[in-house]
Every structure is written in C-alpha cells, then in structure tokens.
C-alpha cells in the first residue's frame, strides 16, 4: 500500500464508494520531511494522521531527560499521536523521521468535515480506529505479560525490517530494556535458544 | 451511565429513531458469579455492558492466570479484538459477582452499520475512547516500574482493592502476589478499604 487513499479504499471496498474517496483525496497533502525533521513536537496538539509512504519515523517521550521510543513507523503505516489527535489536547510525544521520508496528511478539521459529509466515511473511520485499536492492545498485552525475552523474540519474528533500519539503542528503548539488556537477551538467546513464545 | 443505549447516545445526539432501532437490539441477562460470559478457543460474538456486577479477562499462558481486565458498572466488555475479528479468543471472562448485563451481538451490530449508518460513528468514538485508554496503560507497562503502577492504580481505580482479590490485582500488575506485598511494604500504606 503506498497511499493513505488505498488505505481508507479498503475499508469501504462498494461501487458507491468512488465518488467518495475522489472527494477524500482532494483533502489529502502529500509533504517531503528530511531526516531529523519533526513531525510532532511535545506539548503541541496532533492536528494532522499521516500516512508514510516513504522513509520511516520514530515517535518518542523525553521522560527526565529519559527518551522512550514507543513507535517506529514504516512504509504503509499511519503515524501521528492518535490520543492528542482523538482528544484535540497537547501531546506528549514526538514524531521524528529517521530517514528522509514522504507524508500523506489529513487535518484533524477536514476529517471531522468528512466524517459529517459523508456516511462511508464514518464507516472507514470505525474501521480505522478498530485495527488501531487491535494493534495496541497486542502490544499493551505483551508488555504487561511478556518477559524482554519474548518481545525481543516476537519483534525479530513480526518486524524484522526495525533491525535493519533503526539504531539499536533505539530498538532496546522501544522493548523497555537498555542497550545493555539488550545485548545480553541476545546473548542468552544465542547460548541457550529460543524462550517459549506462550 | 446505567445502560448500554446511555454509551451509544453519548454519540448519537438528536437522533432518537436510530437510538429506538439500536434499543431493540439489546438484550439483558443475568449472569451468576464464577459464570463465564467468554471461554477461550470460542469466537467473541457480543460486545458486553455491564449495569450490575463485575467480571475479569485473563489469559491462561502455561497454566498461569494473567488478569487483562476488570469491569464494574457502566464499563463495555467483550474480547474486543476477537469481535471485531470473529476470530477464536485465547480470553476467558468470567463473573466477579452475580451480574445483570446487556448484549449487543456481532451480527445485529453489523446489521445497524448497514440500517443506520450512523452507529459507525458511535462504535468509531467508542473505540477511540478504548483505544486511549489502552495506550495509556501500554506506556504505564513499558515505562513504569511495578511501583509506580501500583501507586497509579490505588489513585486511578480504588474500587478494585475493595472488590477484587488480591492476586488478581497482583497479575493484572504484571507482578507476582508476593511482589505486590513487598511493594506495598516499600510503599508504606494500604490502599482504601485496607
């Protein structure tokens, strides 16, 4: 998937929904950001979801000089601090993009004015927001339940591209360990084997 | 909030004709303590309110309970990701108390989408209300010590110390029972209702 428009094509896949989606399209800004740019910046309110169809980003906390990464976000993927962009309240994260990367945007206002207009939308929109929901509590489920071990283990298995694309201490911050625990899951993994993945 | 319908209109205002048809479909029953309203292995197939009661979600991992969530009076509770899947949960949700509940199945539901389409938005800001609240605990788990956690829950929701047992406390932390007590006595107090 290379664009925001197929995305949301998806979700309402009926004849009747082309009219809609040249509608929603007109709404959609494609912007270039270059590396280290921002795309979110803390204590600011997320006003824009974008969707990265080139490069990747990082979005972080900065927790007593502390940074943790909660997200890295690829090709295909939508970014944005969906709890400020939901609520409307400043954020306390920050999107970063790791590499030059190229973002398709939708503004908080021309959604909501989307969302109004048209009836297909509400149901992209709810469809939307249920796979977002899904892919949070998978991982909600597995930091509170799983060992560094296993989310070490499921990230290797189910996003392999991070290790290839994102700095390790990154990697370590995003699985709640540091760099150090980091090397030392991997050590014991190559002495002694895979954990059990319950 | 003592009704299903109640969280639906939240979102539906000036609407009563869709709040009318959506009533139709909502079923009450009543569910006895220890009864489960999901078994693991079975698709999610009604999301769930609760107007009386409590029950809990958890896994079993290797014969080892691990408590996902507790509901209380005016929550929603269902396997949400089975239900928008319709694929088999690996959750059990089994009654704290005897419950009166009210279910909205799957299948009527889809049927609403299509009748008033509408209730897309309901379920949409419905979910984003879920969504917030999971990552929210998602950060507490990746960032927060056990402590902190703890201390979070005693201020966010006392009600569980005095309406659930302390090991199911103690798992839904992500702590062992014995952890929890050490991290009480490091804390220094009990919670309300101690």
């Given at each position: 998937m290379n664009h925001f428009i197929e995305l949301i094509g998806r979700c309402i896949?009926?004849?009747?929904?082309k009219a809609v989606l040249e509608e929603v399209k007109s709404f959609i800004k494609e912007r270039g950001l270059f590396r280290n740019d921002f795309l979110l910046q803390a204590d600011?309110?997320?006003?824009k979801i974008s969707f990265v169809s080139k490069g990747a980003c990082i979005k972080y906390r900065n927790r007593d000089g502390k940074e943790e990464v909660t997200e890295f976000y690829l090709e295909g993927m939508l970014t944005g601090d969906y709890v400020s962009f939901i609520k409307q309240e400043p954020s306390e994260h920050y999107i970063r993009a790791l590499e030059d990367s190229v973002v398709e945007e939708i503004s908080y206002t021309d959604l909501n004015y989307l969302y109004s207009m048209y009836p297909l939308m509400e149901q992209a929109g709810r469809i939307l927001s249920q796979q977002t929901y899904c892919k949070v509590i998978t991982r909600m489920l597995s930091y509170q339940n799983d060992s560094p071990e296993i989310r070490y283990q499921k990230l290797v298995e189910e996003r392999s591209i991070l290790f290839q694309r994102v700095p390790q201490y990154l990697i370590a911050s995003f699985l709640g360990v540091t760099p150090v625990g980091l090397s030392k899951i991997r050590k014991r993994l190559q002495d002694n084997g895979p954990a059990k993945i319950g | 909030m003592n009704h299903f319908i109640e969280v639906i209109a939240q979102f539906i205002q000036g609407e009563e004709a869709v709040l009318e048809t959506v009533k139709t479909f909502i079923k009450p029953r009543s569910v006895k303590k220890n009864d489960f309203l999901l078994q693991a292995?079975?698709?999610?197939k009604k999301a769930t309110f609760v107007n009386k009661g409590s029950c809990y979600m958890y896994r079993d991992v290797d014969g080892k309970e691990e408590v996902i969530e507790f509901y209380f009076e005016g929550m929603l509770n269902s396997d949400y990701v089975s239900f928008i899947r319709q694929e088999p949960s690996t959750q059990y949700i089994r009654a704290l108390e005897d419950m009166e509940i009210e279910d909205l199945s799957y299948d009527d539901l889809e049927y609403l989408y299509a009748k008033v389409p509408s209730i897309n938005r309901a379920v949409r800001m419905i979910t984003e209300g879920l969504y917030c609240g999971i990552t929210k605990r998602m950060l507490s788990y990746q960032n927060d010590s056990p402590e902190v956690r703890y201390q979070k829950l005693v201020d966010q929701r006392p009600v569980l110390f005095q309406r659930v047992p302390q090991y199911l406390v103690a798992s839904f932390l992500g702590v062992t029972a014995v952890g929890l007590s050490k991290i009480r006595k490091r804390i220094g107090h009990a919670p309300a209702g101690h």
């Open positions: 896949p009926g004849p009747g929904s600011t309110v997320c006003k | 292995g079975s698709i999610c």
